[in-house]
C-alpha cells in the first residue's frame, strides 16, 4: 500500500500546486484536517481547503513543484518539495511583484480507506515573504 499512497501523495501536492481544487472532493475524507502553523487557525478542513487552493493558484499561476523525495511506512508518507513560481496576485496581504519565488516544505499524509484525512505541512513562509519584499532579510 505504500506505493500506492505515495503515488497519491505526489497526485495530490501537484494537483494543489496546479490550481486544482477538485483534488480534495477526490482524494481527501470528508473529515480532512490540514495541520498547518502558517494559517490563520493552524488547521483547515476539506472545505476550506479548496479556497487556499484557488488563492495560491491565483497569486502563483505558473506554479512548479519538484517533489525532492518521499518516504512511506504503513499509512503515513512524508514528502519534501521545492516550489517555484513567479508572484503573480495578491499574497498574504501583499500585491503582486512579479519576483520569481522558491521555497521548500514538507507534508505528511495520513490514509484510511484509500483517502488523505490528515496531513501536516510545514513550508518557508518566512522565506517566501522575504522573497517578495513583505519581509526584510537578517542583516
Keep these: 500500500m505504500s506505493k500506492e499512497n505515495k503515488a497519491l501523495s505526489r497526485r495530490v501536492l501537484e494537483a494543489v500546486f496546479q490550481g486544482n481544487p477538485d483534488v480534495v472532493d477526490e482524494f481527501l475524507s470528508p473529515d480532512f484536517v490540514l495541520h498547518d502553523p502558517s494559517g490563520e487557525t493552524g488547521e483547515l478542513s476539506a472545505h476550506n481547503i479548496k479556497g487556499s487552493i ?18 512511506a511506512e504503513g499509512e503515513k508518507v512524508a514528502t519534501r518539495y521545492t ?57
Excluded: C
Design 54 to 71: 484557488e488563492w495560491l493558484h491565483s497569486a502563483f499561476p505558473d506554479a512548479q513543484l519538484t517533489i525532492d523525495d518521499q518516504v
Design 83 to 139: 516550489f517555484r513560481g513567479v508572484h503573480q496576485g495578491a499574497l498574504m496581504g501583499e500585491t503582486p511583484t512579479g519576483y520569481e519565488v522558491t521555497f521548500t516544505g514538507h507534508a505528511t499524509d495520513y490514509f484510511s480507506g484509500g483517502k488523505i484525512v490528515e496531513s501536516w505541512a510545514n513550508w518557508d513562509t518566512l522565506g517566501l515573504m522575504q522573497q517578495v519584499g513583505a519581509v526584510p532579510p537578517p542583516e
